[in-house]
Every structure is written in structure tokens, then in C-alpha cells.
């Protein structure tokens, strides 16, 4: 979008996903194949081309609600995504169905590193304290409340279980009217 190209923030964080997404160097995360800046100045990123659907149309597909035993498969690849991510010191930060493509042959790639946090051994996060990023539905409370010192890998792990709890009951486990109030 020409008015989210002029926020330096907002490139730099766009350029950076694909970095992240490569960083954790597992088949079922998706690959960054190029990203740079054009001649009129915009950036650019290719991700790998998918075959599938996302979860949330598969959840769709079904009325809402998919079985525990899909549930589980799906959860399982997740998990083995988030292993090699944590093992590699990235966060997801933003982990929801639209965010867990299906592919064709039936494997599960996590996409959107876009608000992933690096912890790094300088002490430096890479995000900024504070700032709440990510999907409220999904977002565990120390994520909601800003609180970026706290925020690891359980914090992945609070989101698969939100999701799982969503695409078997096909309710969220906070609800609320509005945003803000999911978020408190």
C-alpha cells in the first residue's frame, strides 16, 4: 500500500519477515525467495507459492468446527514449526488460523512473521516494549497487556491452545464486544 511504503517502520518490519521466516529453517515454515527494494523505491517481498487453504477457510468449509482428530494433526505440525522456531530464538507473536495454511499433500506451513519477535543475547527484542501486536483472540495475557519482557515461546504455545480451543468449539476463549475488551 503507497501510504504504508512511506513508514520507514512499517518497510523495515515488512523486509524483516522474510528474514525471520527463513531464520527458523523448517520445511513447514514458509520461505522467503527474494525481498529487496524496486526502482521506484517500494519493497518487495516473493514468498514461496502454496497449494491448500488456510485454516480459517478449512474451519470455514466445516460449518465452524473441524474434529479433535484433525484438530490434533493440525496442532502437531504447528508445534513442530514453533520447536525449530524457539530452538532458532523467534517468537510468532501472531499465530490464528488465517495465519496456518493447509497444503494439498496434507502438510501445515505457519505463515506471517511479520510481528515476530528475535530474542536475541544482547538483551534487545527487536519490538518495541509496550506495543501490542498480534490478533487479540489469540493473544495471551502478558502479549495483551504490552508486557514484551514476558513474552517467549509460551506465548506461542498459549495461542495453539486458543486455536485449538476455537476450532473445537468453534467458540474464542475470550469474548467480548468489542477489541479492547477481548484484549483486558
Known amino acids: 500500500h503507497a501510504e504504508l511504503q512511506r513508514n520507514e517502520a512499517v518497510r523495515t518490519r515488512f523486509l524483516r519477515e522474510g528474514y525471520v521466516a527463513n531464520k527458523v529453517g523448517h520445511p513447514g ?3 522467503a525467495i527474494d525481498d529487496g527494494i524496486d526502482e521506484e523505491g ?59 495454511f ?3 499433500d496434507g502438510g501445515v506451513k505457519v505463515l506471517d512473521f511479520g510481528v515476530a519477535r528475535v530474542l536475541e543475547n544482547t538483551g534487545d527484542p527487536k519490538t518495541r516494549t509496550g506495543v501490542v501486536m498480534g490478533t ?10 504490552g508486557r ?11 495461542a495453539v491452545g486458543a486455536m485449538m480451543w476455537r476450532l473445537v468449539t468453534g467458540r474464542y476463549v475470550h469474548v467480548a464486544e468489542t477489541q479492547n475488551e477481548v484484549l483486558l
Open 136 to 145: 487479540p483472540e489469540y493473544m495471551p495475557p502478558e502479549q495483551a497487556r
Open 148 to 158: 514484551s519482557e514476558h513474552i517467549d515461546g509460551r506465548t506461542d504455545l498459549w
Open 102 to 104: 493447509l497444503t494439498g
Open 42 to 100: 517500494e519493497v518487495y517481498l516473493v514468498m514461496e507459492r502454496l497449494s491448500g487453504q488456510s485454516l480459517a477457510q478449512r474451519v470455514d468449509s466445516q460449518g465452524g468446527r473441524l474434529s479433535v482428530r484433525e484438530v490434533l494433526v493440525v496442532a502437531e505440525g504447528i508445534l513442530d514449526v514453533l520447536a525449530a522456531a524457539h530452538a532458532q530464538n523467534v517468537v510468532h507473536r501472531d499465530l490464528k488460523p488465517d495465519n496456518v
Open 29 to 31: 515454515a514458509v520461505v
